[in-house]
């Protein structure tokens, strides 16, 4: 099982966009793909047409167990999606109420990590889709996770948060004692204004190999896709966006980054 996890600090900058269309895409490879919802906002689980505030069973759930997770728990929660393959671990609203409530109990950490591994035997790979705060979520998805993938949109503001991000990253991995590999990825790249190109020169140049060498262009398919519920794979495989998603793939399966 391969586990990946996408964060920034930062909203809007294609995080989830990021996880469901390298999930769709995987799946079509005919891999068996869990995405794993662990925002608050819900936003991946609100793509598939869920509704975070009135699903029964979410991974809100697992973490209601002191960190005891019972084997049939991580299944009752899993959904389909429409693309054959890639199924869906729902988070609710109710998550945000965990940072303060169960936070100081001990084990709290490591409740994504004992949720795949109860799910070990039954996918080949693992998107989580983190939540922009650091706190006890995002410690599980880094936590869980071998490799982290951080989209960070081309615009001056994103690159400070970059900068906090990667901080945090630091911080964490001392804190853990545990390193992972991460690959910061370009999004919304739109070639026709300074900023976008000049922020890229930046990244290149601060972030070097931690940089993947390519961009995600500004494409309006993907929201298209986004309303339809789809992963753009479906709507519209030759799209710009559709080829760096998969180019972005065939990077993180080269083990690139
Ligand atoms: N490359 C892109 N081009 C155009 N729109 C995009 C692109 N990536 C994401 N979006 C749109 O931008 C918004 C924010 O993206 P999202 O993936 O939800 O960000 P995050 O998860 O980081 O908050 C969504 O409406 C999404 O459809
Ligand atoms: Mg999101």
Avoid at 71 to 91: F, N, R, S
Wanted: charged content about 20%; aromatic content about 8%; overall charge neutral.
């Amino acid at each position: 099982m391969h586990v990946w996890a996408v964060a920034n600090q930062k909203g809007g900058v294609g995080k989830t966009t990021t996880a469901v269309n390298l999930g769709a895409l995987l799946a079509e490879q005919g891999k068996r793909v869990l995405l794993f919802d662990l925002d608050p906002q819900g936003s991946m689980t609100a793509y598939f047409k869920y509704n975070p505030d009135e699903l029964q069973h979410s991974s809100y759930d697992l973490f209601c167990h002191k960190g005891q997770i019972p084997e049939y728990l991580p299944q009752q929660i899993i959904v389909d999606t429409p693309h054959a393959g890639l199924q869906l671990l729902p988070a609710s609203t109710a998550l945000a109420t965990l940072e303060r409530n169960i936070s100081q109990q001990d084990g709290m950490g490591l409740v994504v990590s004992k949720t795949l591994a109860l799910l070990w035997d039954d996918f080949d790979y693992v998107l989580i889709d983190s939540p922009p705060l650091l706190g006890v979520l995002m410690i599980n998805a880094l936590a869980a996770c071998a490799r982290l993938l951080i989209p960070v949109q081309t615009e001056y503001l994103a690159l400070k948060g970059l900068e906090r991000m990667v901080h945090t990253l630091d911080m964490v991995m001392k804190s853990r004692q545990k390193s992972f590999q991460y690959l910061i990825i370009p999004t919304m790249f739109d070639r026709r204004t300074q900023a976008s190109l000049k922020c890229l020169r930046m990244l290149k140049q601060d972030y070097d190999d931690k940089v993947w060498n390519s961009m995600i262009p500004v494409d309006t398919k993907l929201r298209d896709a986004s309303k339809e519920g789809l992963a753009i794979n479906a709507i519209d495989p030759n799209s710009r966006a559709a080829q760096k998603y998969r180019s972005l793939l065939e990077t993180l399966q080269n083990g690139g980054g």
